[in-house]
């Protein structure tokens, strides 16, 4: 078969179309939705759980020819140049853009086991082997404390005189704090509490940032402390909050404000 020139040319300019038609979803009123476009909504709709499909990607075609209809329209009316819709366009280019400097700092600066391993650890010496079961009640005053103290003794309970606490969230259930470990609470708080036996009150107010507390020990137990892998995925999240931080501390510290 022998094709004339003119045919010829036909062919090739067709056969040159493919691939640039094959990069197209749609074409919208001789404007071209790319395909790419498609792939990225694809794979931003897989990360939420969604399964790639041919159900899903008709879908999104039609999605992407809407938005194509719809933006189109919205260029012919000028609503681009509007000063509010200018303003909403760089606060997204600024989220798109710097999500994707914060994800490839944490590819180029990984949370490694090393680091995680270190910080379970310091979250185990930290927390301790046992954990606590406390109430306590808290006021303004150091007269007020030593008031309560005193009617402890002459055999009022705990549990009646924990109404008046400052400590709302705990007040209603007499004063009870539930286990936890001494890390838990402030350093002037866990000392007089560690200190106690069970069923013990503190003799003296105990002064701390928030007032002044009298405390009751009501039991101890071994601290059943989660195991690494238990809260890995948590700390490797917190880790690399921490690493965002300092690299955002790092830039700020370098950029001239005024």
């Known amino acids: ?73 919205a260029d012919k009316q000028g609503l681009g140049a509007n000063a509010d819709v200018k303003s909403q366009i760089e606060i997204a280019r600024q989220s798109i853009i710097i999500r994707a400097l914060v994800t490839d700092y944490l590819k180029k600066h990984p949370v490694s086991d090393a680091e995680i391993k270190a910080e379970y650890d310091r979250f185990k010496a930290q927390a301790g082997d046992k954990e606590y079961k406390a109430r306590h009640i808290l006021v303004e005053k150091e007269d007020d404390a030593k008031a309560i103290i005193a009617k402890l003794k002459s055999g009022t309970k705990f549990e009646d005189l924990a109404k008046q606490s400052k400590d709302t969230g705990s007040a209603a ?68 909050q921490k690493k965002l931080q300092a690299f955002q501390q790092e830039l700020r510290a370098k950029a001239k404000i005024s």
């Open 1 to 73: 078969m022998t094709l004339k020139p003119a045919r010829l040319l036909a062919f090739l300019l067709a056969a040159a179309a493919l691939p640039v038609m094959a990069q197209n979803l749609a074409t919208v009123n001789g404007k071209p939705v790319p395909s790419s476009r498609a792939d990225a909504m694809v794979k931003q709709m897989a990360t939420q759980g969604q399964q790639d499909s041919p159900q899903l990607r008709a879908m999104v075609k039609e999605e992407l020819i809407n938005r194509e209809i719809l933006i189109q329209e």
């Open 173 to 240: 259930n007499g004063g009870d704090l539930d286990w936890a470990s001494p890390a838990s609470f402030v350093k002037e708080f866990s000392t007089a509490m560690t200190g106690l036996q069970k069923g013990q009150v503190t003799e003296t107010p105990v002064k701390t940032q928030f007032g002044y507390h009298v405390i009751r020990l009501d039991d101890v137990r071994a601290a059943k402390v989660p195991t690494l892998e238990e809260v890995k995925p948590q700390i490797a999240e917190s880790l690399q």
